[in-house]
């Protein structure tokens, strides 16, 4: 098989160079890390299950309307995206408190916010991606007050649509993350969505029962993992019934 160049090998994915000018090749791996890569290990099946959520999530945006990277799925574990020049923001959209949120303010997790709330972090590994301002973003360069607005209207219209999506299939959207990139025509950028749409980058809970269906089962030690990605893949209506066994066995 002709080896690919690799453009960035990042902890849950790796991006090849793409078959056509403009994109690349998103490879999704089963490697999950937390707390800033201070804890480390693989789920397996992770990679199949959030190339294919992602690819759907994605694809039910495009079909509203919202601009993305995604072109098409390769394979199994892989997916052509359109070439961004990323933004260095993660932008966080919440609807009720959990993670980084309850601690830094001491609320309770699963306390319901009046209003969805959309907050900025530096993509920063080493500076453990600290929560910036819209002050320090156009300060420094990040990103122009043009692409802030459209990035703050963009993710609250995925959150409205998401919300729906998981709402039908009895999953509580409780925050999520998600990023842009820059594509360029001519002389003129405009932002679209980024990156991925997962259990990896969404707090999904059981409607029903409040059941962490997402990575903080992996960060909180709560074990079946891969089973509630599965599971999530499962409602959405694109994992075949008894499924599992098969997804083992193309990997
Ligand atoms: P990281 O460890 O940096 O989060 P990941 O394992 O998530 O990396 O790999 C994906 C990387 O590719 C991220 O750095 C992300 O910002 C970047 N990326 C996502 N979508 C695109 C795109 N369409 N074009 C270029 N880079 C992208
Ligand atoms: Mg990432």
Not at 44 to 71: D, W
Request: contains cysteine; proline residues 4%; charged residues 30%.
């Amino acid at each position: 098989m002709k080896r690919r160049r690799v453009i960035y090998e990042g902890k849950a994915k790796i991006l090849y160079e793409g078959t056509e000018p403009g994109t690349v090749i998103q490879y999704f791996k089963d490697d999950a890390t937390a707390g800033n890569g201070a804890k480390k290990d693989t789920i397996e099946g992770k990679g199949v299950l959030n190339n294919r959520i992602s690819e759907y999530l994605m694809t039910q945006l495009a079909g509203i309307g919202v601009p993305t990277h995604f072109v098409r799925r390769l394979n199994m574990r892989e997916q052509l995206i359109k070439e961004v020049e990323i933004i260095p923001l993660e932008v966080v959209c919440r609807n009720i408190v959990a993670g980084s949120m309850a601690k830094r303010f001491g609320l309770p997790e699963g306390q319901a916010l009046p209003r969805s709330i959309i907050e900025f972090y530096l993509k920063d590994d080493k500076l453990g991606d600290p929560m910036v301002a819209e002050e320090h973003i156009t300060a420094f360069n990040w990103a122009q007050t043009q692409e802030i607005d459209d990035m703050m209207a963009t993710t609250l219209r995925v959150n409205d649509f998401l919300t729906g999506l998981f709402g039908a299939v009895g999953i509580t959207l409780v925050d999520f993350k998600v990023e842009y990139g820059r594509v360029w025509e001519n002389d003129f950028s405009h932002v679209i969505l980024a990156d991925e749409i997962s259990p990896d980058s969404c707090r999904l809970w059981d409607s029903a029962t409040n059941e962490k269906l997402d990575k903080d089962r992996f960060r909180r030690d709560l074990g079946r993992v891969e089973e509630a990605y599965q599971e999530v893949a499962r409602r959405l209506g694109i994992l075949p019934e008894g499924a599992p066994g098969e997804l083992k066995a193309v990997k």
